[in-house]
């Protein structure tokens, strides 16, 4: 595939990519569908956005097979849903399409048929915005609970301890004496009840085993009773607080339902408040194993809106840590697969006494060794330290290399992990893609896109390193991709040591507030877990107008359900390890 | 010192036996018909024949009533309530029971139970073995009932796999 | 004063069973901590080194732990049933318990004219005796799982019976070798007979099939299902806490002693050295400390079976296994003519 050999990003941009040819193509076949069109996207008419989704999707030539992001921006006079979408065979910059809807109960049609991907994006912006989508299969809330109120995303929504629209806030001492932020809070209440909720008389509904079955086996034509087990959100292994709705029959799987939002803080309305450097820190929370990596995305949104680039140095120095930090990720998430197996922490243990020694290295660069806060507009914040580097190359040369082999040895030759992993969980190559599954979960389906190879950020056009792929994507597959990965993640360090050249890490002075022009921006990276995308509204102020984070492991889930069916319990808890979730990046 | 034993273990299963009717939680009457078993067992042992008790507590309690416990724990029928269900078998059983109380005590009082002595007495048993005389036993003359039941058994296991299979 | 010869038999044997009671308790405690060091040192951890610490062994570790467990609250979930859920822990340390009623541990000596056999009693159905009690257990896993009202711990429950009644099969059939051979069920004569000859060098496969069937009866992984903490949190003593859970975690402790000592006895001659060298209770204990360092070390190194590959292993390798290592026996002994 043409992803594969490094290519400079002015040939990859055919004009299939661009907006304004896509525009008069989609003219040519409805000829009232486009709104708008220039370089930034197209504005589709509501009406039609299922029908031309569903051109751009099945067109041969066009091929936009892949929905990368769903999100809206609450204008004062209209709501506007964005879809980025692309082909994944092409690369290349994602095309922007957009529909308008009135702020007054908003509807649009749901993109679910064409791309099954949009099903836990379009529920979270109905969810943040109270966009309706029609046709969704399932539309209810996914991070907030059912019975909560207003939609947090809107500009006109204030939230419990509201204190200003934007950071900077207000001094506390106006009145000559501190006023905490409740007294300010408009409600002055914490805690709101919707109107059909009865707080005092709320009684949990009874659970017990011994109900289990008769009742439903007569609908269902099965002869054997089914039970509803929810796994999580305490629990030992769903890595964090997310709660899965089992059904099961016997052992087997019938339905697996993820519920999320046990982590919401509503990182968006927080990014929203923040000024852009502000929100550096925050993006360390998402996925807090790689925050180097969540740094770089970000910091590559904003920086594509300010037009700058960082000076060589502070690049070299950024591939560093998100390489080091992808490595870290995977060694982690393997360890975390075998411990889903039953392997009692020993994988684990040992890819973490390695992840110890990387977490010195960004602590000596940082400061910290896990909430980074390493990148900054138009470089790093600091440089390295004196030998630095030179421990970053023992690592690569001699460490990680024996460590890697070993762990193979152990690991991928193990029989009972043959076993269990081959054939499990499996995640076929146009599902992958249909269900917006990023990363090592959709290479290991056999779909050779890496935005580091598709569309190039940062300078890593100029490194060789191959993408790895698997071939049945199974459980097996997605360890062994992983793996794959991270010989690549070696590879790339020892090119990026050899090269680093000294100087500048920082383009001009440092500053505390920086200037960002108006405009919108879609940036992303390939983080460990997949493409972590920002998009960014600005104003031209000092604070974001919208800020979203499409999250990986969030709409990696999306395809849960698909690999679980008709596996056993144990093997859905592995799947679910396979996919290397993190729930501060699921629920934000 | 036997004796006292003997009446422990016999009083341990009359109780038991009657938690196994009397009780209303299924639950608990199955685990008073695994003591009934454990202390029959320990009679079993008093009677020289550990053989036939260790095999007691492993098939029955151990296996069959297993699956007992199981399968009601899994169907979970409701907890008896008493009235309600089985109203006319009530005075039925009562009459049953009445009838075979009476035949148990004419039989006790009208016939002399032979009390002779078989060969194979506590010292013959600890000289060959117990499993030993068991297993002669089981082998020479009680091969045909012993097949039987074999067959039996195959018959049972293939209809299992039949039903199973259906599914 | 003189004692009647029956009161001095029951007194003897309260003694001997005090002692191995005492014995058990104590090994199960610091085989946790031994636990502890051996998967810390796998995983390049330290382990304990805090609680009263000498050259490098928290030798009072065991101690604290007790302490904690007792001090935990216990835990009642609401609508348990209170019966069954207290009844569980305690069956199963005591079926864990009665198993050593017919292991010997020692030849006999003899102390002032009066001999000391070093088992509690000598059943001649010793082995089926073990089987007998090895299958009672059942009751604590299946009664714990069900009174807890706890989907998890009816599932762990669920596994647990189905996965003991299947490996309890071929564990015994395993051991029929050695009954053959022996042609004895009480476990002194073939410990006696094991002197010079340890059985498992007749008997390599019945030995490997009983290995691994144990380590599938005492629930330890690869065969871990039952209380599996990836998928059922910890199966059937989710719901314990504080002494209960404990009771549970000691029967589990004192099994694995158990299947060790049968495992040493059945097939590596007990208390009897390697070619009769100086036997002694020391080889017993050194040999069960051999299987529970394996036990160890597997939990270490391996993940965990699937629940219908463990079915499927179980009676599609283990049991046909097992029957044609009977057979063979059963040739070679009419061919050698026995």
């Given at each position: 595939m043409?992803v ?7 040939e990859l ?5 661009d907006?304004?040819v896509i525009?008069?193509?989609?003219k040519?076949?409805?000829p009232?569908?486009?709104e ?8 589709v008419?509501?009406?039609?956005l299922?029908e031309?989704a569903?051109y751009?999707?099945?067109t041969?030539?066009l091929g936009?097979?892949y ?7 609450d ?9 980025h979408?692309?082909?994944?065979a092409?690369?290349g910059?994602?095309l922007t399409?957009?529909?308008n809807?009135a ?10 048929p064409?791309y099954?991907g949009?099903n836990f994006?379009?529920r979270?912006?109905y ?6 989508f029609l046709?969704?299969?399932n539309?209810r809330?996914i991070?907030?609970w059912d019975?909560f109120?207003g939609?947090p995303?809107?500009?006109d929504?204030?939230e ?14 106006d009145q ?15 805690v709101k009840?919707?109107?059909s ?6 009684k949990?509904q009874r659970?017990?085993v ?6 439903d086996a ?13 796994i999580?959100p305490?629990h030992p292994s ?6 899965l ?7 087997t ?5 993820p519920v999320?939002g046990?982590?919401h803080?509503?990182?968006?309305k927080?990014?929203?408040?923040n000024?852009?450097l502000q ?6 929370r998402?996925d807090?194993i790689?925050s ?7 910091v590559?949104?904003v920086?594509?809106?300010m037009?700058i680039?960082?000076p ?6 950024r ?6 930090t992808?490595w870290?990720?995977?060694?982690a998430?393997?360890g975390?697969i075998?411990?889903?197996l039953?392997a ?11 992840r ?5 290295l960004?602590e000596a660069a940082s400061g910290s060794?896990?909430?980074?806060n390493y990148m900054?507009f138009?470089g790093?914040?600091r440089?390295?330290p004196e030998g ?7 690592l690569?040369t001699?460490r990680?290399p024996?460590?890697?082999?070993e ?5 991928v030759?193990n029989e009972l ?6 054939n499990?969980g499996?995640?076929?190559r146009?599902l992958?893609?249909n269900y917006?599954a990023?990363?090592p979960?959709?290479r290991?389906?056999g779909?050779?896109y890496d935005?580091r ?5 940062s300078?890593y056009?100029r490194f060789?390193?191959d993408?790895p792929?698997?071939t049945?994507?199974?459980m097996?597959d997605?360890?062994?991709?992983r793996?794959?990965?991270m ?6 360090l020892?090119q ?15 500053n ?6 108006k405009g919108e921006?879609?940036?992303r ?9 920002f998009?960014?509204v ?10 979203h984070v499409?999250?990986p ?7 849960l359900?698909?690999m679980?069916?008709?596996?056993k319990i ?8 396979s996919?290397d979730?993190?729930?501060g990046?699921?629920d934000? | 010192?036997?004796i006292?034993?003997?009446?422990l273990f016999?009083a341990?299963a009359?109780i038991a036996a ?7 939680n ?13 202390s ?6 008093l009677?020289?024949?550990?053989f ?11 296996a ?10 899994l169907l979970s029928p409701?907890v008896?309530q008493g009235e309600?269900?089985?109203?006319w078998?009530k005075?039925?059983?009562?009459g049953?029971?009445g009838?075979?109380a009476?035949q ?5 009082a009208?016939?002399v ?7 194979l ?7 060959r073995g117990?499993v030993q005389v ?7 003359d009680?091969?045909l009932p012993?097949?039987m039941?074999?067959l039996l058994l195959?018959v ?7 039903l199973?299979k259906?599914? | ?13 309260l ?5 191995v009671?005492?014995v058990?308790l104590?090994?199960?405690?610091y085989?946790t901590?031994v636990?502890?060091y051996?998967v810390a040192k796998?995983?390049?951890r330290?382990g304990?080194n805090?609680?009263g610490a ?6 009072l ?6 302490v904690?467990?007792i001090m ?9 049933d209170?019966?069954?859920y207290t009844?569980?822990?305690g069956?199963?340390v005591a079926?864990?318990?009665?198993a050593?009623?017919v292991i010997p541990?020692?030849p006999a000596?003899?102390?002032f004219?009066?001999?000391i ?5 000598d059943?001649?159905?010793?082995l089926l005796f073990l089987?007998a009690?090895?299958s009672?257990?059942?009751y604590?896993?299946v009664?714990?799982g ?14 647990s019976t189905a996965?003991?009644?299947?490996y ?6 395993a051991?029929?070798?050695?009954l ?5 069920l009480?476990?002194?004569k073939?410990?006696?007979q ?6 498992v060098f ?8 009983y290995f691994i069937?144990a380590v ?12 599996a ?17 404990a009771?549970f975690?000691?029967?589990?402790y004192i099994?694995m002693?158990?299947v060790?000592a049968?495992?040493?006895t ?6 009897q050295?390697?070619f009769?060298?100086l036997p002694?209770?020391?080889w ?7 299987f529970?360092?394996v036990?160890?070390?597997m939990?270490?190194?391996l ?5 219908d ?10 049991l046909?296994?097992?029957l ?8 070679v ?6």
């Amino acid at each position: 595939m043409a992803v594969n050999a490094p290519v400079a990003p002015a040939e990859l941009k055919s004009n299939l990519n661009d907006p304004l040819v896509i525009a008069e193509k989609i003219k040519a076949q409805y000829p009232t569908a486009v709104e708008a069109a220039n370089a930034q996207g197209i504005v589709v008419q509501g009406e039609q956005l299922l029908e031309v989704a569903r051109y751009l999707h099945d067109t041969p030539e066009l091929g936009f097979d892949y929905l990368h992001n769903v999100t809206s921006v609450d204008y004062p006079d209209r709501l506007e849903v964005v879809y980025h979408v692309s082909n994944l065979a092409r690369g290349g910059t994602p095309l922007t399409l957009k529909v308008n809807a009135a702020r007054q109960d908003p509807a649009v049609p749901s993109l679910v048929p064409v791309y099954r991907g949009a099903n836990f994006q379009e529920r979270e912006v109905y969810d943040m915005m109270g966009v309706r989508f029609l046709g969704h299969p399932n539309l209810r809330r996914i991070l907030l609970w059912d019975g909560f109120e207003g939609f947090p995303l809107r500009k006109d929504y204030k939230e419990p301890y509201y204190e200003d629209e934007r950071k900077p806030f207000g001094t506390r001492w106006d009145q000559g004496h501190h006023v905490i932020a409740e007294d300010r809070n408009p409600w002055h209440d914490n805690v709101k009840y919707p109107a059909s909720f009865d707080a005092v008389g709320y009684k949990p509904q009874r659970d017990t085993v011994r109900t289990v079955g008769a009742e439903d086996a007569v609908a269902t034509k099965l002869r054997t009773d089914k039970l509803v087990l929810n796994i999580g959100p305490q629990h030992p292994s769903t890595h964090g607080v997310l709660r899965l709705k089992v059904t099961l029959d016997g052992e087997t799987v019938v339905a697996a339902e993820p519920v999320l939002g046990y982590l919401h803080r509503n990182h968006e309305k927080i990014g929203e408040r923040n000024t852009y450097l502000q929100n550096i820190p925050f993006t360390d929370r998402l996925d807090y194993i790689t925050s180097m990596a969540n740094n770089l995305a970000y910091v590559v949104g904003v920086e594509k809106l300010m037009g700058i680039k960082a000076p060589e140095r502070a690049e070299y120095l950024r591939v560093i840590m998100a390489e080091l930090t992808r490595w870290i990720s995977h060694i982690a998430a393997i360890g975390f697969i075998y411990n889903d197996l039953g392997a009692f922490y020993t994988p684990l243990l040992y890819g973490l006494e390695e992840r110890e020694l990387v977490l010195d290295l960004f602590e000596a660069a940082s400061g910290s060794r896990m909430m980074c806060n390493y990148m900054r507009f138009g470089g790093v914040a600091r440089d390295v330290p004196e030998g630095f580097l030179d421990k970053v190359q023992y690592l690569v040369t001699e460490r990680f290399p024996r460590r890697m082999d070993e762990l193979e040895a152990y690991m991928v030759g193990n029989e009972l992990f043959t076993a269990r992993a081959r054939n499990i969980g499996i995640l076929p190559r146009d599902l992958a893609i249909n269900y917006s599954a990023a990363g090592p979960v959709l290479r290991a389906s056999g779909v050779k896109y890496d935005l580091r190879r598709a569309d190039p950020y940062s300078i890593y056009d100029r490194f060789e390193f191959d993408v790895p792929v698997g071939t049945v994507g199974d459980m097996h597959d997605r360890f062994t991709v992983r793996i794959a990965e991270m010989r690549e993640s070696v590879k790339i360090l020892k090119q990026a040591l050899a090269q680093i050249p000294a100087g500048e890490i920082m383009t001009g002075k440092k500053n505390y507030q920086i200037r960002v022009p108006k405009g919108e921006v879609y940036g992303r990276a390939e983080n460990p877990k997949g493409e972590l995308g920002f998009f960014m509204v600005s104003d031209g102020t000092p604070n974001p107008y919208r800020y979203h984070v499409r999250a990986p492991a969030f709409i990696n889930l999306t395809a849960l359900n698909e690999m679980v069916v008709g596996h056993k319990i144990a093997d859905l808890i592995v799947i679910l390890g396979s996919l290397d979730v993190v729930m501060g990046e699921v629920d934000r | 010192m036997e004796i006292i034993v003997f009446y422990l273990f016999a009083a341990i299963a009359v109780i038991a036996a009657l938690g196994v009717v009397g009780l209303r939680n299924p639950v608990y009457a199955a685990l008073c018909l695994a003591v009934v078993f454990v202390s029959f067992a320990g009679l079993y042992v008093l009677l020289s024949a550990p053989f036939i008790a260790v095999a007691q507590v492993m098939i029955y309690a151990g296996a069959i009533l297993i699956l007992f416990v199981f399968v009601i724990m899994l169907l979970s029928p409701p907890v008896d309530q008493g009235e309600g269900a089985l109203k006319w078998q009530k005075p039925l059983a009562l009459g049953f029971v009445g009838a075979l109380a009476v035949q148990l005590v004419l039989v006790l009082a009208l016939a002399v139970l032979p009390s002779a002595r078989g060969s194979l007495t506590p010292e013959v048993i600890a000289q060959r073995g117990d499993v030993q005389v068991v297993g002669a036993a089981l082998f020479s003359d009680y091969l045909l009932p012993f097949e039987m039941t074999s067959l039996l058994l195959l018959v049972a296991i293939v209809g299992v796999i039949v039903l199973a299979k259906k599914r | 004063m003189t004692l009647e010869p029956w009161l001095i038999t029951v007194i003897e044997a309260l003694i001997k069973v005090l002692v191995v009671i005492v014995v058990l308790l104590t090994g199960f405690a610091y085989l946790t901590l031994v636990e502890r060091y051996v998967v810390a040192k796998i995983q390049s951890r330290v382990g304990p080194n805090r609680v009263g610490a000498a050259g490098g062994i928290a030798w009072l570790q065991p101690i604290a732990d007790a302490v904690k467990m007792i001090m935990k609250e216990d835990f009642w979930p609401a609508q348990a049933d209170k019966v069954t859920y207290t009844l569980a822990p305690g069956i199963a340390v005591a079926t864990a318990l009665l198993a050593w009623a017919v292991i010997p541990l020692n030849p006999a000596i003899t102390v002032f004219g009066y001999t000391i056999n070093f088992y509690i009693a000598d059943v001649n159905v010793a082995l089926l005796f073990l089987l007998a009690v090895g299958s009672l257990g059942i009751y604590g896993i299946v009664l714990g799982g069900w009174g807890s009202n706890n989907k998890y711990s009816m599932l762990g429950a669920l596994r647990s019976t189905a996965q003991m009644i299947s490996y309890e099969i071929s564990l015994g059939l395993a051991l029929v070798g050695v009954l053959m051979i022996s042609g004895s069920l009480s476990l002194v004569k073939i410990v006696e007979q094991q002197s010079f000859w340890w059985f498992v060098f007749f008997q390599p496969v019945g030995f490997v099939i009983y290995f691994i069937a144990a380590v599938a009866e005492v629930n330890r992984l690869p065969f871990d299902l039952p209380e599996a903490e990836t998928e059922l949190v910890a199966g059937y003593q989710t719901e314990y806490s504080s002494l209960k859970f404990a009771l549970f975690y000691m029967a589990e402790y004192i099994n694995m002693i158990t299947v060790s000592a049968i495992a040493s006895t059945m097939f590596l001659g007990g208390y009897q050295g390697p070619f009769g060298i100086l036997p002694g209770a020391h080889w017993l204990i050194l040999k069960i400390l051999f299987f529970i360092f394996v036990m160890m070390w597997m939990r270490g190194t391996l993940p965990r079976f699937r629940y219908d590959q463990l079915m499927r292993f179980g009676w599609k390798v283990l049991l046909p296994l097992a029957l044609a290592n009977i057979f063979v026996t059963a040739v070679v002994l009419v061919l050698i003519g026995k």
